[in-house]
């Protein structure tokens, strides 16, 4: 089964970020402040104003910096997915 967001709705995947500190301990997410990192699986295809479609900022395969308590968590085939408007994303990560 594969989603497809609509209109400015972008689907993604939270990403769990890990850390290394100057003495070589590996820190995850679970032990420090989280990130709200995603990589964008899916997007759509801009929102509609004015007949035109506006062109989206991100596409598959970036990391992005979302608003922390954005979207609609759905579970599909076991994984859990955001699905997001485009202006929850704060940031595209480089």
Do not use: F, H, W
């Given at each position: ?5 609509l ?16 003495s070589?301990?590996?820190?995850t ?66």
């Open positions: 089964m594969k989603l497809n967001p209109a400015d709705r972008v689907v993604v995947k939270m990403v769990e970020l890990e850390e290394t500190t100057k070589g301990i590996i820190l997410a679970s032990s420090k402040e989280k990130t709200q990192v995603a990589e964008v699986l899916a997007v759509g295809p801009g929102e509609l104003k004015d007949g035109a479609r506006i062109p989206m900022s991100v596409k598959i395969g970036d990391k992005v910096v979302t608003s922390e308590y954005c979207g609609t968590k759905i579970k599909l085939e076991g994984t859990e997915y955001v699905i997001i408007s485009e202006s929850d994303i704060l940031a595209i990560v480089e």
